[in-house]
């Protein structure tokens, strides 16, 4: 009881822990202070803010400079008109980013033969794209929150992704960045795993499977906080089913 007591408190008063005189660097606060942002206001972004927030993507690092990324770009209405449906959490413009293998097969022709490495490099980059456009549009006074799900929006729904964006084989729909300007501040933070459970020194500590029992309860208490009215248990069926539909577009792609 005590322990869920923490448990709960923990997910209105828990905060990262860095030092006052790191925390003070902007950049670090500004890490540190970006949180998903899931209502967004009718303000437009200013254009060279967006173009910004791109260039920022394109300037990530990369494996061997590969840039195996794509983003598509959209206002609003550009949006409905490819999904009939406004940006999810009412954003005020889009970017689908995408793992891509695609443009380089010309130039890389050697490098079908490792497919499992191409999918991770090509998924690892446009990770780093991705973070780099959400740190920039934070820099920037906007708000962002990056996708999967919600939506319609990224690697669970690759093959209608595929469809609508007629992306070729070989890009991977990974995730739609959702920016603009916040609608109100949301309290709390998204509980964090201990800190000895992913930071480790030397070796790796296999014991950190261990460490999670709170983290997980944070997470149900969490949820049910913020979606009173929906079923956990019942979420994640339908990740799980859509995990598999994603699996067999992948497969089918790459042929693993
Ligand atoms: C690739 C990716 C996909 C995500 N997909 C969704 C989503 O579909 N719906 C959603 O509400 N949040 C989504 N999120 C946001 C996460 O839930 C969020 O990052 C996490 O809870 C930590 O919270 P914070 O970003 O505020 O620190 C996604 C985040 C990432 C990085």
Redesign the pocket.
């Known amino acids: 009881m005590i322990r869920t007591l923490k448990n709960i408190l923990s997910l209105f008063i828990g905060k990262p822990r860095v030092a006052a005189k790191q925390r003070s660097q902007e950049t670090m606060n500004l890490i540190l202070n970006r949180?998903?942002c899931?209502s967004f206001t009718d303000e437009e972004i200013d254009k060279d803010d967006f173009l910004a927030i791109l260039e920022a993507g394109r300037f990530a690092p990369s494996t061997v400079n590969l840039q195996t990324w794509s983003f598509i770009t959209f206002t609003r209405a550009q949006w409905r008109e490819v999904f009939d449906r406004p940006i999810p959490f009412n954003g005020m413009q889009a970017i689908v980013i995408c793992a891509d293998m695609f443009r380089l097969k010309n130039n890389f022709p050697d490098l079908k033969d490792t497919p499992y490495v191409n999918i991770s490099f090509a998924l690892f980059n446009a990770g780093l794209a991705a973070m780099n456009m959400t740190i920039a549009a934070e820099a920037l006074g906007l708000k962002s929150?990056?996708?999967?799900?919600?939506g319609k929006?990224?690697l669970l729904d690759f093959a209608y992704l595929k469809e609508k964006l007629r992306l070729p084989d070989k890009v991977i729909p990974m995730?739609t960045l959702v920016v603009g300007k916040a609608k109100g501040e949301k309290a709390g933070?998204?509980p964090r795993q201990p800190w000895k459970a992913n930071v480790m020194e030397k070796v790796y500590n296999a014991d950190n499977c261990e460490m999670l029992e709170d983290w997980q309860q944070q997470m149900f208490i969490g949820f049910k906080l913020t979606h009173p009215l929906s079923n956990f248990q019942k979420q994640l069926e339908m990740y799980k089913k859509k995990m598999v539909e994603a699996e067999e577009e992948i497969k089918k792609q790459y042929r693993v």
């Not at 929150?145 to 919600?150: G, H, P, V, W």
């Open positions: 949180r998903s899931r929150i990056m996708l999967s799900e919600t929006t990224g995730t933070i998204p």
